[in-house]
Every structure is written in C-alpha cells, then in structure tokens.
C-alpha cells in the first residue's frame, strides 16, 4: 500500500483523532470513514480528497 505523507492543521489533527477515539477507531480508519462518506464531508476533507485525486492523476500521466 502506498504511504501517504499529510501536513495538516494542529487543530484539525486533534479534531480527527477525537473523533477517532469517540468513534474508537484508529486516526487511519476514521480518515477513511470520511473519505468513503461516512459522515457529511468537510470543506477541508473535500480539499484534501481533491488534492489526492490531482497528485495521483498526474502521476498516471507521468508514468503515460
């Protein structure tokens, strides 16, 4: 599985795992409930999705 490497906001972190430990889920897991749409997405979750898809629609043309 490739690894993915964040930088993301001191507050949006500790939002994520609270969320994770009221949800007891792993930080990993509940980043991937919210990506799936397991809750109404954030702006910021909806930005960071966006960004993931663009990074990895360049790395296919790259590799074209």
Known sequence: MPKVILEIETDLYRMLQQAA???R???EDECLRRLEGGVRRSRYMEALLAELRADDAQRRAQRD
Do not use: A, H, Y
Request: charged share 15%; hydrophobic share 35%.
């Open 25 to 27: 889920l792993s930080l």
């Open 21 to 23: 430990r009221t949800n």
